[in-house]
């Protein structure tokens, strides 16, 4: 699983969990946010979703716009979830 790629659904910047780790996220929060938060809402400088521009964007998954293109179904007793698009390890 630290080697799955995700490719956010505004800005189309591909991450992974180590990505993540690199920039100094603790590895429990990098965890659940990887294919769910484009990296940029981590950066110092990261441009608006959905406005125009280069780079990763700080859209979430679980804001307004709920664009994750993927549904994760889990056992019983717990919530379905969504994630982005998986890429190319």
């Known amino acids: 699983m630290r080697d799955w790629k995700f490719k ?3 800005c189309g ?3 992974g969990f180590k990505d993540f780790l690199a920039l100094g996220v603790p590895e429990e929060e ?3 946010v990887t294919g769910f938060s484009c ?3 981590w950066m110092d400088k990261a441009r608006d979703a959905f406005e125009e521009g ?3 964007c700080n859209y979430a998954g679980g804001g307004l ?3 994750n293109p993927v549904t994760v179904h889990v056992p019983e007793g717990h919530d379905d ?3 982005f ?3 190319d390890a």
Do not use: K, M
């Open 8 to 10: 956010c659904p505004v």
């Open 13 to 15: 910047h591909v991450q």
């Open 30 to 32: 990098a965890r659940s």
């Open 39 to 41: 990296i940029g809402r």
């Open 54 to 56: 280069e780079g990763p």
């Open 65 to 67: 716009f709920a664009l």
């Open 81 to 83: 979830y969504t994630v």
């Open 85 to 87: 698009e998986f890429a």
